[in-house]
């Protein structure tokens, strides 16, 4: 089955400093890959996504993400970290063999200090 | 806005009852998906529709059924409720074709059902 880990449940990040959230991947097959965003009492927000190309995915609020192969991989990333970054991230792979549904991991909570 | 309606936003019933939840999907999108979220179990896919079909099921308990109508939107209904199905529930939904689509999924803000 597709699956993706997040391997912390919380990362802290003082404003202004890089950020980065952990995704592995377990597919057979391409990896369709997406980065989703949940603040508080609202529903998922889509940030970005790796379907082919390069490696090195560009998506919303400035965030970023890498997807490496080697390393079964798929990082979010930001240069620059903002309070109103705060919220729970998920990562998830498309399991083709479930309609294409989304497979998530179990989020990573993200809080930025001022 | 992600133009993914859903109805109610909270729902508070007693166990042993029946309720119905309702999703509209973006203009457009044939494909709607079901999932659950809860602290133990976490985000989890239950069922899957497209263009009044289903399609794929998912983690989705005999006492869950859904459909979606030929206006496209779709309900979830839960049954013989029960504590443990206190969660919040979304809707989502994506583009024309689900198997040659690279789209990505968007999300209803979600029903909170919340089992005394």
């Known amino acids: 089955a597709q699956s993706v880990a997040q391997p912390e449940d919380q990362v802290n990040v003082a404003e202004g400093n890089p950020l980065t959230v952990k995704c592995t991947y377990s597919?057979?097959?391409?990896?369709?890959l997406f980065w989703y965003v949940q603040y508080p009492n609202r529903g998922l927000q889509f940030l970005l996504k790796?379907?082919?190309?390069?490696?090195l995915v560009k998506g919303s609020y400035g965030f970023e993400a890498e997807f490496n192969k080697s390393q079964t991989s798929f990082h979010l990333k930001k240069p620059s970290a903002l309070v109103s970054d705060s919220a729970l991230y998920f990562c998830?792979?498309?399991?083709?063999?479930?309609?294409?549904?989304?497979?998530f991991g179990k989020g990573t909570s993200l809080l930025v200090t001022p | 806005d992600s133009g993914v309606t859903q109805t109610p936003k909270h729902l508070i019933t007693a166990t042993g009852q029946r309720v119905t939840l309702r999703c509209s999907p973006r203009?457009?999108?044939?494909?709607v998906y079901w999932y659950q979220q809860s602290l133990d179990q976490g985000l989890q896919f239950l069922i899957q529709?497209?263009?009044?079909?289903?399609?794929a099921k998912g983690n989705i308990l005999e006492r869950f059924s859904a459909q979606q109508f030929p206006d496209l939107h779709s309900e979830l209904n839960l049954s013989s409720l029960e504590l443990g199905d206190s969660a919040l529930y979304f809707c989502?939904?994506?583009?024309?074709?689900?198997?040659?689509?690279?789209?990505?999924?968007?999300f209803g803000p979600g029903t909170r059902l919340t089992v005394l």
């Open positions: 989502a939904s994506s583009g024309p074709s689900p198997q040659k689509s690279r789209n990505e999924q968007f």
């Open positions: 597919v057979s097959g391409n990896p369709y």
């Open positions: 790796y379907i082919t190309g390069d490696n």
């Open positions: 998830a792979v498309r399991d083709e063999n479930s309609g294409y549904a989304l497979n």
């Open positions: 203009s457009g999108d044939l494909s």
């Open positions: 529709y497209y263009n009044g079909e289903e399609r």
